[in-house]
């Protein structure tokens, strides 16, 4: 069976956290490193927003500010995504790997099929939603807002027909990067506080619907589920859902000097954060 990289690295900074993403990607196509899967956790808890938002038009800063959280741009797509009571994963992986199909849809559903294992680990009914038609992109969706990364694909994963997870998917230097949240628990209102809407009415509106179609995995699980119990049962999911086996290891100290200079240099500007 081939051999991936497994990482779990302590809570990091936000601008660290998307540095490491990509200093894993930049090692990947480099040829220094293998197919990676991470897990990680934020320090403080963040709010991401997507790479094609613009930040002081859809957040409210002021509000990211009080509340003591972490602000960062990501560099995959999606809206905004409260980073706090959740498992992150992300899969770093060549486009040309023999498991890859070559279309974004169908290698997101590939990936995906490691989350759907985890979830199955925790022994949710989880499964994975074609969403072919226009009515069953408008079931899942959430306009105006979301706690999950847009899906960049026509599935779904849903435990008792609401969504469990939110991924996105960058590809860079022929190397794909997909990653996401995994949501132990959520504070739906504090998400909605830091994001800008026409009216309190709008906002509440918003906040209904997102509560009708996202859901986390305490809110579904039989037994409170703790974030140890979330990381064995997803590097269990991962790694039957790939087909691999994950060799636990560490960052190498090139991929940790590169994430510290690509914090230093994109991830915690005022450029990057705000360019938009």
Known sequence: MEQWRFILTPPMSPEMNMAVDEAILISHSEGKVP???????????????????????????????????GFVRRPTGGRAVLHDKELTYSVIVSESH??????????????SLGL????????????????ASEEEKEKYSSPGSSACFDSPSWY??????????GSAQTRQKGVILQHGSILLD??????????????????????DSFRQKAVTINEVSPHPVSLSEAVDAFYRGFA????????????????TALAEELARTRYGTDEWKFRR
């Open 98 to 111: 023999p498991k890859m199909p070559s279309g974004v849809t169908e290698a997101y559903k590939v990936i």
């Open 186 to 207: 959520m504070d739906v209102e504090l998400l909605f506080s830091l994001l800008h809407f026409p009216s309190d009415r709008v906002k509440q509106r918003m906040m």
């Open 35 to 69: 197919p990676t899967v991470r897990f990680y956790t934020w320090d403080p808890a963040t709010l991401s927003i997507g790479y094609f938002q613009k930040a002081a038009k859809e957040i409210d800063l002021d509000a990211v500010k009080g509340s003591g959280l």
């Open 240 to 255: 039957s859902g790939l087909g691999v086996s994950l060799e636990k290891q560490e960052l190498t100290p090139d991929e």
């Open 156 to 165: 779904e994963l849903v435990v008792e027909g609401k969504k469990v997870a």
């Open 116 to 131: 759907l294992h985890g979830f199955q680990e925790l022994g949710l009914q989880a499964e994975m939603v074609s969403l």
